[in-house]
């Protein structure tokens, strides 16, 4: 008879073949690892100044880097003062406890660095930090 239940191996399968799972997680870890330098590193390059407090911090909606050639920037787009002032006013709207994190090429004046902290925090924005780059403490 045909397509009778008892037609065919009688053998059980008692286990799972997982080299081909584990080959193809491999790989793409492999592809993770390699393509997660390229993602990390910064779209406009500043030389950031060495602190030994430095901390991580989480991604923020606003992302200011000012160049060492007093350009400024807002999420990877060179702006404006006015622009800036304008994306922080829709930021706020969308989120209210909106952070901003500001990078600063070591070589920028202090007094660009505050007059930048002033643009944001007259703008509305309350919780800002300084991005800086993580080095080990001097041996005493």
């Known amino acids: 008879m045909a397509g009778t239940a008892t037609d065919g191996d009688d053998d059980l ?23 997660a330098s390229y993602i990390v590193e910064p779209a406009i390059p500043v030389e950031l100044p060495k602190a030994v407090t430095s901390e991580e911090t989480v991604q923020t909606t606003l992302a200011l880097v000012l160049t060492k050639d007093g350009k400024l920037f807002l999420n990877g787009e060179e ?3 006015e622009l800036l002032r304008a994306k922080v006013k829709e ?16 070589d920028v004046s202090h007094g660009a660095v505050v007059h930048l902290i002033d643009v944001i925090k007259l703008s509305g924005v309350v919780k800002f930090a300084l991005n800086t780059k993580y080095e080990d403490a001097p041996a005493r």
């Open 91 to 106: 930021e706020l709207v969308k989120h209210p406890d909106v952070q901003a994190i500001i990078a600063a090429d070591k």
């Open 79 to 81: 702006a404006t003062e």
């Open 13 to 35: 399968i008692d286990s799972i073949n997982v080299t081909p799972l584990v080959d193809v997680m491999l790989v793409l870890l492999i592809i993770f690892m390699v393509t």
